[in-house]
């Protein structure tokens, strides 16, 4: 598949500090990417980087092929940057207008496009209106569609769902995935577990300016997934090796309850199946998300503990 983004140990560091360091990663076609950590880990400066907004301190990286920082590298691709102030005065229409005229929109395609995205991010009816009246959401939304204007390629979006109620929430998620299904390229920063589980393919987990992990997201989240199972506690099955590792806690009204630690995605199923083999009643399945937190302390500490390895 065609590597859609590429970057090979790209650090951008302020003066020896901060920033982001030694990020190598690849983003294929039609998928929408997570660059997710915690404030301050490094999200904007490797976007802005990746834009040619800021110079690279070592490391390189290509957009479509493109070395960044040239100006080809920047021609298919739209940015949402984070907290962007607008031209207040002037209204929603004019600002896309205005953006048209900096991407060169040709003229006669101008208005049924602008109407298209202003349709996209739900502005339409309030498109006239002035900046300055706009909610922070509403601004959010006009941002949008002023990164998607020029049909872009690629997309970055630096915490498109900041200013965002839930509505407005789901509203940006659909359109990811719109732009995703029109074969698209979305690079979507964000601190929000939620917001990254429901529409990335892939990840990557930035902490403190380094790249902890990175890979699909699904296989990602497993490091910490777990199982609740509720069963009948009158039958005592030996569990087969391949579940293992679990707790058990006996209830009061007879029943027990599993908490089953999962490997892999069939686990679940396996593990009903088993049950229901050996004639055990399941009264409840509750798969137990992990925080956040716990999947980034996790491959956190597992990075650590790696580089103790690779020490000895
Ligand atoms: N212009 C700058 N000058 C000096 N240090 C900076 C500058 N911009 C960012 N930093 C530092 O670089 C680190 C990464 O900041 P960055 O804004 O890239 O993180 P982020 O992941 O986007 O955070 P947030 O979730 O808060 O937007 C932080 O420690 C920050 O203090
Ligand atoms: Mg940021």
Request: charged share 25%; hydrophobic share 35%; glycine share 8%.
């Amino acid at each position: 598949m065609m590597s859609i983004i590429q970057t090979n140990s790209l650090t951008k560091t302020y003066n020896g500090k901060g920033g982001i360091s030694d990020v190598t990663l690849s983003v294929g076609e039609g998928i929408v990417y997570g660059f997710l950590g915690p404030n301050g880990s490094g999200k904007s400066t490797f976007v802005r980087t990746l834009l040619g907004l800021l110079h690279p301190t070592s490391g390189d990286g290509y957009i479509l092929g493109e070395p960044i920082g040239t100006t080809k590298s920047r021609e298919q691709v739209g940015y949402l940057p984070e907290l962007f102030r607008y031209p207040d005065w002037l209204t929603g229409k004019q600002l896309l207008e205005s953006h048209a005229e900096l991407c060169r929109l040709p003229v006669r395609k101008r208005k049924k496009r602008i109407e298209e995205v202003v349709e996209l991010v739900g502005m339409t009816g309030r498109e006239n209106g002035r900046i300055s009246g706009f909610s922070k959401g509403m601004s959010q939304r006009i941002g949008l569609a002023c990164a998607i204007l020029n049909d872009p390629k690629v997309v970055f979006l630096d915490e498109p769902t900041s200013a965002l109620d839930p509505i407005g929430r789901k509203d940006v998620r659909n359109l990811m995935l719109y732009l995703r299904d029109q074969g698209k390229t979305v690079f979507l920063n964000s601190h929000l577990l939620y917001e990254v589980e429901s529409v990335c393919d892939h990840v990557s987990i930035v902490h403190q300016g380094e790249m902890v992990v990175q890979g699909p997201w699904r296989d990602l989240m497993m490091s910490d997934a777990q199982v609740e199972v509720v069963t009948d506690q009158s039958i005592d099955v030996p569990l087969p090796s391949f579940l293992k590792n679990h707790q058990k806690v006996k209830e009061k009204e007879g029943r027990t309850r599993w908490l089953f630690q999962l490997e892999s995605e069939s686990d679940t199923s396996e593990i009903i199946h088993y049950f229901s083999a050996n004639q055990v009643d399941i009264y409840e399945v509750k798969p137990i998300t992990p925080h956040l937190e716990d999947v980034f302390m996790h491959w956190v500490n597992q990075k650590k503990e790696n580089a103790y390895v690779d020490n000895q």
